[in-house]
Nanobody, 124 residues
């Protein structure tokens, strides 16, 4: 079965950097994309960045130019390099994977598999 495990979170000062990792097992990354989500205190979970099977990426406007999502196609490990961190980046970051709607489907349903999350705290 699919298992996602995040790591790399921690506490940093504003302007600092962190690199999150998400190890992946039991998932065929050639079929659907993956993403990083975050949930800030008192707010709803929001997608931070998404990467498609062909490497195309998308970012939340608030993190554009500061965060970079990438994936090692051999190991399927997903990464999120976070630079120039701001206090508003604080939250729990989750790794998520999409899956086909059904076997053989070209359509993927987002956020079907989740890791437990890793805490990121950015102080001012």
């Amino acid at each position: 079965q699919v298992q996602l495990v995040e790591s790399g979170g921690g506490s940093v000062q504003a302007g600092g950097s962190l690199k999150l990792s998400c190890t992946v097992s039991g998932y065929d990354s050639s079929e659907c994309g993956m993403a990083w989500y975050r949930q800030a205190p008192g707010k709803e979970r929001a997608v931070v960045s998404r990467i498609s099977v062909d490497g195309t990426t998308n970012y939340l406007d608030a993190v554009k130019g500061r965060f970079t999502i990438s994936q090692d196609n051999a190991t399927k490990t997903l990464y999120l390099q976070m630079n120039s961190l701001k206090p508003e980046d604080t939250g729990v970051y989750y790794c998520a994977a999409d899956r086909p709607a059904y076997v053989g489907s070209r359509y993927c349903i987002r956020g079907q598999y989740w890791g437990r999350g890793t805490q990121v705290n950015v102080s001012s």
